[in-house]
């Protein structure tokens, strides 16, 4: 039998994500958007951040204040003892006579204007959903071994000559095909650790320490951070951290792929190039 050296490689279908992955993922996105914009609103109402138990007004490390340039106002973004004009994103934002200083402009907060009330019910809201959620998804990960099976590197992955030679492939865009394609390599597996394992459960255990009917309760939490003023920062950067993991995550997304990876969380099916004369066992997918 002879094979044209022209055509495409067969695709394959296989079973990529559990449904309760596809779920949890889903869901997360929706509420991860809303935390995010209705927490700038709570940021607005006072734009400055500080280190230790209590604000330092004089001497934050981050602010986002108005300031005036040839008579007219400016947004001023202060980081340490750094000052950046940043007029329409930070610090003073608006057009024409709705033109006003505030911390994040209205298009990246919930509600769009200012109301530190409302975005607290906001942000309260889909902060009780994202933890209900993370906790199906840790305990369905548990009971199906998905972290320890999917997402726990394997040990030849760490080897440094083999995490050097991911991040240069990563970097010129070119992506795993056929087998090696079934599996997450070793940036995936580590990038995805480090948001459910550190930076999502230290976004809830900051923000429950900012609350001080949790500090009655759990008042070594204020002892853990610092102070509810490091706690109020550190959330602030964890927020940041996932936002930097989002844009690499949807451009690597649209590079590798868009449909293909999109409709594996959805369906659950991600195609790969059915490599020749390797034989797949039919429960693992359906020739596309």
């Known amino acids: 039998m002879t094979h044209d050296k022209g055509a495409k490689p067969a695709k394959l279908l296989v079973y990529r994500h559990a449904g309760v992955t596809r779920a949890t993922h889903w ?8 935390l995010l914009m209705s927490g700038l609103q709570i940021f607005n109402a006072h734009p400055a951040l500080y280190w230790g138990a209590k604000s330092a007004f004089s001497h934050p490390w981050l ?3 108005p300031g005036e340039k040839g008579g007219q106002p400016v947004g001023v973004t202060m980081v340490g003892s750094h000052q950046f004009e940043t007029t329409g994103l930070f610090g003073y934002s608006g057009h024409g006579d709705k033109a006003e200083p505030r911390g994040f402009p209205a298009w990246a907060t919930i ?11 906001w942000h309260f809201f889909f902060a009780w959903l994202f933890v209900i959620n993370g906790l199906v998804y840790w305990a369905m990960s548990l009971i199906n071994r998905h972290i320890q099976r999917d997402l726990w590197p394997k040990g030849w992955q760490l080897q440094p000559a083999h995490v050097w030679r991911e991040i240069v492939t990563h970097a010129q865009l070119k992506f795993p095909k056929g087998e090696d394609a079934r599996t997450y390599n070793i940036l995936q597996k580590g990038a995805y650790l ?4 550190v930076l999502l459960p230290l976004m809830v ?3 429950l320490t900012m ?3 949790f500090d009655s309760a759990a008042p070594w939490l204020l002892d853990l951070f610092g102070g509810r003023q490091s706690a109020r920062s550190i959330h602030f950067i964890s927020a940041n951290l996932i936002v930097a993991f989002v844009v690499v995550h949807l451009a690597m997304v649209v590079a590798s792929g868009t449909w293909n990876n999109i409709r594996s969380m959805i369906t659950g099916k991600y195609a790969i190039e059915a490599e020749p004369g390797v034989a797949t066992p039919a429960a693992t997918g359906d020739a596309a």
Do not use: E, F, H, K
């Open 194 to 197: 480090a948001v459910i394992v």
């Open 63 to 65: 602010a986002m204040v």
């Open 111 to 121: 509600p769009s204007y200012r109301d530190l009330a409302d975005g607290r019910r």
């Open 27 to 34: 869901i997360n996105v929706l509420a991860l958007s809303l």
């Open 211 to 213: 609350s001080p009917g």
């Open 205 to 207: 255990a900051t923000g």
